[in-house]
């Protein structure tokens, strides 16, 4: 069944679109499976968890970490992500960019918008992403964050059944970006927006997504 979901998937996803199968909560088995039908990029979002599955897992996956990373699980993450698309503060960029220069690494990374209507969700605001990217450029004096490599945008849309609202919010994050590019060409790697997942990926492809998260589509509801 996971095969099939995945090529069903992919058979429509346009080839330039990453897609991040999101295992979370998912057993080895159900990686093994993806895995076995080609599949290399998983995204998970509890450090324990993460940690685990790629100390353990096939060394060739390419992990991403979506969740809320908290300050204190970063030696968990850092470590193993190919992609940290969950950067929603300030703060918790501070503590990335000490932790790439303490362990001589450059961490890719994408900064969270926050998007949805839910005050309950994190994110930094636009102009809040605009201040970093100004900061990192130099445009200011010495770049900062020189252990970061700026990828991108990561949104989650508002959680309902409107697709008019989910829209809204894609155009919004979907131009936010275009407009960072134009702005800061000194940050050539800041290409790729992270939205959609299984109820609306489709419509996350319409708007520009390079990369989708899709996880109950390809392995179920989780248990």
């Given at each position: 069944?996971?095969?099939?979901?995945?090529?069903?998937?992919?058979?429509?996803?346009?080839?330039?679109?990453?897609?991040?199968a999101?295992?979370?909560?998912?057993?080895?088995?159900?990686?093994?499976?993806?895995?076995?039908?080609?599949?290399?990029?998983?995204?998970?979002?509890?450090?324990?968890?993460?940690?685990?599955?790629?100390?353990?897992?096939?060394?060739?996956?390419?992990?991403?970490?979506?969740?809320?990373?908290?300050t204190?699980?970063?030696?968990?993450?850092?470590?193993?992500?190919?992609?940290?698309?969950?950067?929603?503060?300030?703060?918790?960029?501070?503590l990335?960019?000490?932790?790439?220069?303490?362990?001589?690494?450059?961490?890719?990374?994408?900064?969270?918008?926050h998007?949805?209507?839910?005050?309950?969700?994190?994110?930094?605001?636009?102009?809040e992403?605009?201040?970093?990217?100004?900061?990192?450029?130099?445009?200011e004096?010495?770049?900062?964050?020189?252990?970061?490599?700026?990828?991108?945008?990561?949104g989650?849309?508002?959680?309902t059944?409107?697709?008019?609202?989910?829209?809204?919010?894609?155009?919004?994050?979907?131009?936010?970006?275009?407009?960072?590019?134009?702005?800061?060409?000194?940050?050539?790697?800041?290409?790729?927006?992270?939205?959609?997942?299984?109820?609306?990926?489709?419509?996350?492809?319409r708007y520009?997504?390079?990369?989708?998260?899709?996880?109950s589509a390809?392995?179920?509801?989780r248990?």
């Amino acid at each position: 069944m996971i095969e099939e979901n995945l090529h069903r998937i992919l058979k429509e996803l346009p080839s330039e679109v990453k897609l991040v199968a999101v295992s979370k909560f998912h057993p080895f088995s159900a990686i093994l499976s993806a895995y076995q039908a080609g599949q290399r990029r998983f995204g998970e979002n509890r450090p324990q968890e993460f940690q685990l599955k790629a100390l353990q897992l096939p060394q060739d996956i390419e992990w991403h970490f979506i969740g809320h990373l908290q300050t204190n699980k970063l030696k968990m993450v850092l470590p193993y992500a190919s992609l940290v698309e969950s950067i929603d503060s300030v703060h918790l960029l501070d503590l990335v960019e000490l932790w790439g220069k303490a362990n001589g690494r450059t961490v890719d990374i994408l900064l969270e918008l926050h998007l949805g209507a839910e005050t309950t969700k994190g994110g930094l605001t636009e102009e809040e992403i605009e201040d970093i990217l100004r900061k990192a450029s130099g445009r200011e004096g010495i770049p900062e964050y020189p252990h970061i490599r700026f990828r991108g945008l990561m949104g989650m849309a508002t959680n309902t059944d409107d697709e008019s609202v989910i829209e809204a919010d894609f155009e919004r994050i979907s131009k936010l970006k275009c407009r960072l590019e134009e702005m800061f060409p000194e940050l050539p790697d800041f290409k790729e927006l992270s939205i959609g997942m299984s109820h609306d990926w489709r419509l996350a492809v319409r708007y520009g997504a390079t990369i989708v998260r899709i996880g109950s589509a390809i392995f179920g509801e989780r248990g």
